[in-house]
T-cell receptor, first 118, second 122 residues
Framework: AQKITQTQPGMFVQEKEAVTLDCTYD???????LFWYKQPSSGEMIFLIY??????QNATEGRYSLNFQKARKSANLVISASQLGDSAMYFC???????????????FGTGTRLQVML | DAGVIQSPRHEVTEMGQEVTLRCKPI?????LFWYRQTMMRGLELLIY????????DSGMPEDRFSAKMPNASFSTLKIQPSEPRDSAVYFC????????????????????FGPGTRLTVT
């Protein structure tokens, strides 16, 4: 079974509007962390936002917020006031179990390509 | 503050040749990760190190791949012999150890990625 599922291969959004990128995850652990990364056409991976499984509040970082619904196992990324520079691939990722040791690796989803239009 | 440094940025080689990819993590980071990205398989973790010790190499495709971390500031990923199916972008990433013992907002450090090495094997 896929650990991280991103069901939207591509999304379009008008400049200045908000957009939600979907991410669902599969884990039997109670302790885990969820991450979103952005990969522009230049290729680098840029960390955007993090949510811990014990956090009751949704994480926010500037125009990025993470809509965390634990019971549904979803961790959607919301980008407000989209800008042309937001056009990129977006990856959801998860770390499970112990914070250290063999559980420190990230499992990535297949990504969503976001295109911001004028 | 320098980020993760990878070299070379691009490598084109012929099948059968040895390829060595290099990575310098962010100073002070405890963890180093090697990933491979392809269109078909997405982002895959190959191996990661904690304090220079390999922790999990279950993602290394086969014996042709090897990775070393001789010190805290340098790691290599070697492919010998290379094959066309090894063509991909290889990323190195580093992170600190965890802030605390729980998965809270302050619980985990993110991984910082290098710019990647685009490998083409002909």
């Amino acid at each position: 079974a896929q650990k991280i599922t991103q069901t939207q291969p591509g999304m379009f959004v008008q400049e200045k509007e908000a957009v939600t990128l979907d991410c669902t995850y599969d884990t039997s652990d109670q302790s885990y962390g969820l991450f979103w990364y952005k990969q522009p056409s230049s290729g680098e991976m840029i960390f955007l936002i993090y949510q811990g499984s014990y956090d009751e509040q949704n994480a926010t970082e500037g125009r990025y917020s993470l809509n965390f619904q634990k019971a549904r196992k979803s961790a959607n990324l919301v980008i407000s006031a989209s800008q042309l520079g937001d056009s990129a691939m977006y990856f959801c990722a998860m770390r499970e179990g112990s914070l250290t040791g063999t559980a420190s690796k990230l499992t990535f989803g297949t990504g969503t390509r976001l295109q911001v239009m004028l | 503050d320098a980020g993760v440094i990878q070299s070379p940025r691009h490598e084109v080689t012929e099948m059968g040749q040895e390829v060595t990819l290099r990575c310098k993590p962010i100073s002070g980071h405890d963890y180093l990760f090697w990933y491979r990205q392809t269109m078909m398989r997405g982002l895959e973790l190959l191996i990661y190190f904690n304090n220079n010790v390999p922790i999990d190499d279950s993602g290394m495709p086969e014996d042709r791949f090897s990775a070393k971390m001789p010190n805290a500031s340098f790691s290599t990923l070697k492919i010998q012999p290379s094959e066309p199916r090894d063509s991909a972008v290889y990323f190195c990433a580093s992170s600190l150890a965890s802030r605390s013992g729980t998965w809270s907002t302050s619980g985990a450090y993110e991984q910082y990625f290098g710019p990647g090495t685009r490998l083409t094997v002909t």
